[in-house]
């Protein structure tokens, strides 16, 4: 069974630019959550989505976007990119229903120059 | 609200001795909680979890972790390390609401010395 896939795996983008990154979960799965990962503040969490429905979103400023489409796969689009936003970016996925472990993609790292 | 504290940013340790990873939980209902580890430039990987069965969790290549409520504790050991244990640890807690959101502890980086 195929894991998380998280594409691109490499971004550079300069400040002011938008960027899109693709999440496609476990088969079968139907939540998928997005996570940050910076030296200072750790792994915070995004927001996550299920049945293409966002349930939850962190603090993070409106810039930061998500959406799930109808086959689970999840986008997360952040504009005005700032050279904070370089990170990175973690994809989970998870089964749904109760089940409480998530897997996790290799990560997309973004560069924000 | 949830919390979970990692008592040390780094723990080193000489190849064939015991590993502890210490962790401390704040949850105000019976919580679930997981140990993930990340190698250097890769994604996230599950050791193990605790979600209210035994309290002694074990997980893979030789880890567990006991639940101690108690103590609000859900240590990480390993008996023996090995060079390719090094990583960085991640002790979490999931979010018990209608979402689905892992709170991550700070991480602990293990170093293994030959």
């Known amino acids: 069974k195929a894991g998380v896939t998280q594409t691109p795996r490499y971004l550079i983008k300069t400040r002011g630019q938008q960027v899109t990154l693709s999440c496609s979960p476990i088969?079968?799965?139907?939540?998928v959550s997005w996570y940050q990962q910076t030296p200072g503040q750790g792994l915070q969490f995004l927001f996550e989505?299920?049945?293409?429905?966002?349930?939850n979103k962190g603090n993070f400023p409106g810039r930061f976007s998500g959406r799930q489409f109808s086959n689970s796969r999840s986008e997360m689009n952040v504009s005005t990119l700032e050279l904070g936003d370089s990170a990175l970016y973690l994809c989970?996925?998870?089964?749904?229903?109760?089940?409480?472990?998530?897997?996790f993609g290799q990560g997309t790292r973004l560069t924000v120059v | 609200a949830q919390s979970v504290t990692q008592l040390d940013s780094h723990v080193s340790v000489s190849e064939g001795t015991p590993v502890l990873l210490r962790c401390n939980y704040s949850?105000?209902?019976?919580?679930?909680l997981f140990w993930y580890v990340q190698h250097p430039n890769k994604g996230l990987q599950l050791l193990l979890k605790?979600?209210?069965?035994?309290?002694l969790v074990k997980g893979i290549n030789g880890f567990e972790a006991e639940f101690k409520k108690s103590e609000t504790s859900f240590h990480l050991t390993k008996p023996s390390a090995h060079m390719s244990d090094a990583a960085e640890y991640f002790c979490?807690?999931?979010?018990?609401?209608?979402?689905?959101?892992?709170?991550f502890g700070s991480g602990t980086r293990l170093l293994v010395r030959p």
């Open positions: 605790y979600t209210s069965a035994a309290t």
């Open positions: 088969s079968g799965h139907r939540s």
């Open positions: 989505y299920f049945s293409e429905t966002q349930r």
């Open positions: 949850s105000s209902y019976s919580p679930s």
């Open positions: 989970a996925s998870t089964q749904g229903g109760g089940v409480t472990e998530a897997f």
């Open positions: 979490v807690v999931t979010v018990r609401d209608s979402s689905y959101k892992l709170i």
